[in-house]
């Protein structure tokens, strides 16, 4: 398991304009969503490519709070691992980093977007698809 966790130094500039822009709580709500928003695009991110951990540091509780064994058991299904892998912690900073950095760009072409209208807007791609 992982104690924490650190995002990319160019992603700890985006996880706060992303949270003052979608205005959906605090930083960790914005991680968790990264988090998700990578793992739903069904790619699986090569741990030779991890970026920098120069960025904000979550620890495992904050960013997952009881639910670290539900965010863990993705990764596992995600990549075919155990939870007793030794890189379970990278591949979540992986797929948030990868997440914050898809999401801004999705965000940057509209002015004006708030959090629940990119949350239905996801939602309803996931009914049609």
Do not use: P, W
């Not at 970026?51 to 639910?67: I, M, N, P, Q």
């Not at 058991?73 to 591949?91: M, P, S």
């Amino acid at each position: 398991m992982f104690n924490s966790i650190k995002t990319s130094k160019e992603n700890k500039q985006v996880v706060t304009q992303l949270t003052n822009k979608l205005n959906l709580g605090a930083e960790n709500t914005i991680a968790r969503l990264a988090f998700s928003y990578s793992l739903a695009r069904e790619r699986r991110l090569d741990l030779s490519d991890i970026e920098d951990a120069g960025g904000k540091e979550y620890t495992s509780r904050v960013l997952f709070g009881d639910h670290l064994d539900i965010y863990v058991a993705l990764i596992c299904v995600h990549y075919g691992i155990a939870k007793e892998d030794k890189y379970i912690g990278r591949y979540v900073k992986m797929h948030i980093d990868d997440g914050l950095q898809l999401i801004n760009k999705d965000i940057s072409k509209k002015d004006t977007i708030t959090g629940n209208d990119f949350l239905i807007n996801e939602i309803e791609k996931g009914l049609m698809a």
